[in-house]
């Protein structure tokens, strides 16, 4: 989405101008959680590397999110122009994201209270990440009478379509919540334009209300760079074959593909075992939660627990050299709205393995920065990555369409576009004609 030239007009000029401040939600899950562990991925990412952009483009930005510890101080400045705000709503410890619901009038009352105390008109625009924040965001806005902007970031109805096995469906709940925020909400920002066609088709979203805005990349961190170098400072050996998964664990994000496939591997290429390593990157999340080992103990029924490294969660510059380091990065999950694992991973030079699903299908240039496999069976997972692994020409060629693929996904770019999205609602609220059309 490019940004529009400025009008000629001052009087339009004026009434189209952007926000000055905006309030942002994410009610279940802090941008200072680590990524990768309980609740916390792709969306603490975004809301932080987005707000900081704001921020940078003289947006103050609040971001409001429930209070998980006694100990945490009501507000803290993650960035110049960013605080978060800490919300008391329910134990402080001990409630998981699918009891959050009934907490949600607390978070309300939180948010509202603190704009309250604040003079008249403070926020020009709201914007809520995920179904539980738009509802806390359908209230405030009606109250504040400013623009609702929502990001879905993943949606019930599209993960029913494609459960894990053994996998539970989301609730209808949850889907009637959505469909609520979807129909509140002044703009819906969808990360692909597969996601907005689902927003349109199941949940009968306006079109008109529907801007296409992909997730970024930290460019400046995510780089490419020497892999023996990489290898060393992570622990792994410079001739050994690397496959890597990162994300949390649990059926949605499908590591257990991985680990079944390298086993389906070692049955045609049982060779393999003297150079292969297994890297898992991440922590037990969401349904994943109720056997937090399962995945070791699929690993040791399958003969591969001695190739298998379990890594906790780590930050960006530790993870930027874990990306490096590997050959693949392996992305099998059964749905992701963007899936900022596998840009990360080609900004650094690493060609992607992945599920022809959702976002990735975007995030991914079939045959020119990775490959997308069709489905979830394991023989066919091991057959692409087994023969991947015996092609490092075919690798290398990939690894550079990889950085040349990943650059067009900057945070730049996003906070451009976000910006102007927050500009088109506050100009459809104030009742002017927007200039240009949303994409």
């Known amino acids: 989405m490019a940004v529009l ?15 000055r401040r905006v309030a942002v939600l994410s009610v279940h899950t802090s941008p200072l959680d680590q990524p990768g562990t309980g609740d916390a991925g792709g969306m603490n990412v975004y809301i932080t590397e987005v707000s900081r952009r704001l921020a940078e483009r003289g947006v103050e930005v609040d971001v409001f999110t429930r209070a998980t510890s006694s100990d945490l101080p009501p507000s803290v400045e993650m960035a110049p122009g960013v605080t ?14 699918e009891d959050l619901p009934g907490q949600l009038c607390a978070v309300t009352s939180g948010v509202l209270r603190a704009e309250a105390a604040r003079p008249e008109g403070w926020y020009d625009l709201l914007h809520s990440h995920y179904w539980l924040s738009g509802q806390v965001g359908w209230l405030a806005a009606e109250r504040w009478n ?24 989301e609730p209808d709940g949850r889907v009637i919540g959505e469909q609520q925020v979807v129909d509140a909400a002044d703009r819906i920002v ?10 349109i088709d199941l949940y009968g979203a306006d079109p008109h209300r529907v801007a296409v805005v992909h997730p970024g990349v930290d460019l400046e961190v995510f780089t490419p760079g020497d892999r023996r170098l990489a290898r060393a400072r992570v622990g792994v050996g410079a001739e050994r074959l ?21 086993a389906s591997m070692l049955e045609r290429r049982p060779e393999l ?15 994943g939660l109720a056997h937090p080992h399962a995945l070791e103990d699929l690993a ?8 298998v490294r379990f890594v906790r969660p780590v930050d960006r510059n530790r993870l930027a050299e874990w990306y490096r380091a590997a050959d693949l990065c392996v992305v099998p999950s059964y749905s992701e709205s963007f899936g900022l694992v596998a840009v990360e991973a080609q900004a650094c030079g690493t060609p992607v393995v992945a599920a022809r699903v959702g976002g990735l299908s975007t995030a991914v240039a079939d045959g020119a920065s990775g490959r997308l496999v069709d489905g979830h069976d394991a023989h066919t997972w091991g057959q692409e990555l087994s023969a991947l692994l015996a092609a490092p020409e075919e690798r290398a060629r990939l690894a550079a369409g990889a950085v040349a693929h990943a650059s067009r996904f900057g945070w730049d770019a996003t906070a451009d576009a976000t910006l102007e999205v927050y500009t088109e609602a506050l100009a459809t609220r104030r009742g002017t004609a927007a200039v240009g059309a949303l994409p």
Do not use: W, Y
């Open 300 to 307: 040791r029924d399958l003969g591969v627990a001695d190739l």
């Open 242 to 262: 690397v496959l890597l998964f990162v994300g949390r664990i649990q059926p949605l994000k499908a590591p257990d593909v991985l680990v079944r496939a390298v």
């Open 273 to 287: 075992r003297d150079r292969l390593d297994v890297v898992i990157c991440g922590g037990p999340s969401g349904t």
């Open 146 to 169: 400013v623009p609702l902007v929502h990001a879905m970031h993943t949606m019930a109805r599209v993960k029913n379509l494609a459960l894990a096995d053994g996998d539970v469906p």
């Open 5 to 19: 030239p400025l009008d000629p007009d001052p009087v339009r000029r004026r009434r189209r101008r952007g926000p």
């Open 84 to 97: 978060i705000r800490h919300v008391t709503a329910g134990p402080f410890q001990g409630l998981s994201k």
């Open 190 to 199: 969808a990360n692909t334009a597969l996601e907005a066609d689902q927003l």
